[in-house]
């Protein structure tokens, strides 16, 4: 049941999705030109998205008091969904990767398989910009953010256990 409320949640706040001038700002602070061209590439919700999971990030490193690199933290936070730019998903293409993939992940296999480009995003983006990152040279930033939706290990480090939780609440 939390797991409905919390997707409700996201998919109205993807409905609301907004840049203010302030996150203009945030943007400006934390990526150089050649970064916030790549974030700029990403569609209005995933912006927004990555937004959030940035100030998340903050909130988590304040409470936490948590031994992170915070620039380097907000930066992962604010890039790590540009696997999704060369697709803009519709917020329709999302719902809809979500719920196949969480209630008939043997549909997404097949469906996938056949070229689905909402599932195959979905799935594979956290690699694909991983592998943009890597191409202009933020190899640490690539390593978290092509981990980002793997399964948890013991070795992890603190800021790709900090970048899923922060993520997971938005």
Wanted: some cysteine; aromatic content about 10%.
């Amino acid at each position: 049941m939390n797991w409905i409320f919390k997707r409700a949640r996201q998919f109205y706040r993807a409905m609301k999705a907004d840049i203010s001038i302030e996150d203009e700002k945030y943007l400006m602070a934390h990526l150089n030109a050649e970064e916030q061209k790549l974030f700029m590439q990403m569609g209005l919700i995933d912006q927004f998205h990555s937004l959030n999971v940035a100030y998340t990030i903050e909130r988590l490193i304040i409470q936490g008091k948590q031994g992170v690199d915070r620039e380097f933290l907000i930066r992962c936070a604010l890039l790590h969904d540009i696997g999704k730019i060369n697709f803009r998903a519709t917020v329709w293409d999302k719902v809809f990767a979500v719920l196949v993939t969480t209630f008939f992940p043997w549909l997404a296999d097949r469906l996938e398989l056949r070229g689905n480009r909402s599932i195959y995003i979905y799935r594979n983006h956290a690699e694909l910009g991983g592998q943009k990152l890597q191409k202009m040279g933020l190899f640490q930033e690539a390593k978290i953010i092509a981990r980002h939706h793997s399964p948890p290990r013991d070795d992890d480090p603190r800021e790709l256990k900090l970048l899923r939780l922060a993520d997971e609440e938005n």
